[in-house]
């Protein structure tokens, strides 16, 4: 059927409507409101030139790009299976979901993953479980050159800024972490009002334009602002962010547009003006200026835990730093490693796809050289990314994290319905928008409690899965307690798919594994190249 063809339909439709309309009395105005302006739309798609389709096609081609517009929704509620979606699965949203509701999460009939399949992982449990009241889930952050240490929970609120969160989502989040007694990471948009009004405990991530503590001229680190603001007393922690999963090494901007009045003060930014997130930062170029500004950050704040945030990308890069570390005896107090795979707001797709080293190689690989360094013991590895149930956790505790962080799990407690629109500014829940008249679909009364009380129902099944493990600490589980099937017939434990350094292997100069020996043999403490 060709596109005059259809044309002539659609223009015998408009004389047969209009006719049915006069025999049926039906005023002949009514008939040509629905109509003309069909007809008129069929003449139009003729002669456009964008649409190949609607030239070919004209009026029902529009049905085409409408069933496009909506299969995101079909492929969500119809088509996928409870354990096929991505990023997360319609049976692990709707976990968070009743645990943020605290309503029933029990599973009738077993699982449905097939566990006879590659990949399929499990956590050995121990006939000497002991008892869920031995177990202590706090850990404290702030080694010996820390004179604040913080006691943190096993899971906080990943690094969200305001901007790419709603200021509801936000001041929700806070209040959760402030019911629930975990932190909330500022993410690199610097300390909000809306971070501050809930009383929640923070972790102030400073990222490569100094938001919040910058100077306005250059854009370069100010330690006079920092000193100001880093005195808030919710202010617990203080991370770096040297890179993040869902864009590692690339900048960022904001255009002056969208740069308000309440986000020029809070950032630190001019109006009228595009705000650059460069690359890379200003404040250090080499692992051993790198430690220094650790020391004056920790110098500025009086003492508080200082660390900083990286999705592992060159492997040497990291090992200078480690070197740097040696060299100058100064110890970050954490580190937090992010994954490749991460991301809860906008990235290029390439860089969400392709650049980074996945979480479960970048985990073993820092925990792995600082042991090999001798510095593990007195730094803390925070794991972020993708935490859902206990046995994520378990997972992440495994592969040598101490703690971990969560961000879309805690949007997903506040009500995010994973419809991705996170870039557009058109969150249909409020989560990750600004736009006023959808922000005010998230109230904050009631999703501060939901993120709160899935909090708490997740470190209660991780208390509960420890226990059953036969563990007291998270500092107890190990490579050894997690098996792999690695194909049909095979199975192998994760301490022997992820071999494990010895305390000072990579200072005495004997033989060590790739990736280590290579990157050891180009990293120097002097330079990042």
Excluded at 451 to 458: D, G, K, M, P
């Amino acid at each position: 059927m060709n596109r005059i063809t259809i044309l002539t339909l659609a223009s015998v439709a408009v004389v047969g409507l209009t006719l049915v309309g006069s025999v049926f009395w039906t005023p002949m105005i009514w008939s040509l409101v629905i109509t003309v302006p069909i007809l008129a739309l069929g003449f139009y798609d003729l002669h456009q030139t964008k649409h190949s389709i609607l030239r070919n096609f004209p009026i029902l081609g529009h049905f085409r790009f409408l069933l496009e517009a909506i299969r995101p929704e079909i492929q969500q509620y119809f088509v996928e299976s409870d354990i096929d979606g991505r990023p997360y699965t319609r049976e692990q949203r709707s976990l968070v979901y009743e645990r943020a509701k605290n309503a029933r999460e029990t599973m009738p009939f077993g699982t449905q993953l097939n566990v006879n399949a590659p990949g399929y992982e499990w956590v050995e449990h121990s006939i000497a479980a002991v008892s869920q009241d031995d177990v202590d889930l706090r850990v404290s952050v702030g080694n010996a050159q820390c004179k604040k240490p913080y006691s943190a929970s096993i899971l906080n609120v990943s690094a969200m800024s305001y901007g790419s969160l709603s200021s509801n989502a936000i001041l929700a989040l806070n209040e959760g972490a402030m019911m629930g007694g975990f932190a909330h990471n500022t993410g690199e948009g610097g300390l909000s009002p809306y971070h501050e009004a809930g009383g929640g405990d923070i972790f102030w991530q400073i990222g490569t334009a100094y938001f919040g503590c910058r100077n306005n001229e250059d854009g370069t680190f100010s330690p006079e602002k920092f000193a100001e603001r880093i005195s808030l007393p919710a202010v617990k922690m203080v991370e770096i962010k040297v890179s993040q999963g869902a864009k590692p090494g690339h900048g960022g901007i904001l255009p002056a547009a969208k740069v308000t009045e309440e986000i020029s003060q809070i950032r630190g930014v001019p109006m009228g003006k595009d705000v650059i997130s460069p690359p890379s930062h200003t404040a250090f170029s080499t692992p051993l200026e790198m430690m220094d500004f650790i020391v004056q950050l920790r110098e500025l704040s009086g003492g508080l835990p200082i660390g900083f945030k990286l999705c592992v990308g060159k492997p040497h890069e990291f090992i200078a730093i480690c070197k740097a570390m040696v060299e100058t005896g100064v110890r970050p107090d954490f580190i937090t490693v992010d994954g490749g795979e991460g991301g809860t707001g906008a990235a290029p797709v390439e860089f969400s796809d392709s650049v980074g080293a996945p979480l479960f190689f970048g985990l073993p690989f820092v925990h792995n050289a600082l042991v090999g360094f001798g510095l593990r013991e007195e730094i803390r590895i925070i794991a972020s990314g993708k935490v859902v149930n206990a046995f994520d956790l378990v997972k992440r505790f495994a592969l040598g994290a101490d703690l971990c962080n969560a961000a879309r799990a805690m949007m997903l407690a506040l009500g995010c319905i994973q419809a991705r629109t996170c870039n557009s500014n058109m969150c249909p829940v409020g989560v990750a928008t600004g736009d006023p008249n959808l922000v005010q679909a998230l109230v904050v009364a009631d999703k501060n409690k939901r993120v709160a009380q899935f909090h708490r129902e997740l470190v209660s099944a991780t208390v509960e899965l420890m226990a059953a493990m036969g563990v007291k600490s998270t500092n107890q589980i190990g490579p050894d307690h997690i098996n792999c099937r690695v194909n049909e017939t095979e199975v192998k434990n994760w301490a022997q798919i992820f071999p494990s350094l010895e305390t000072g292997q990579l200072l005495d100069g004997g033989k060590v594994p790739d990736p280590y020996s290579s990157a050891l043999a180009a990293a120097k403490a002097s330079s990042f190249v």
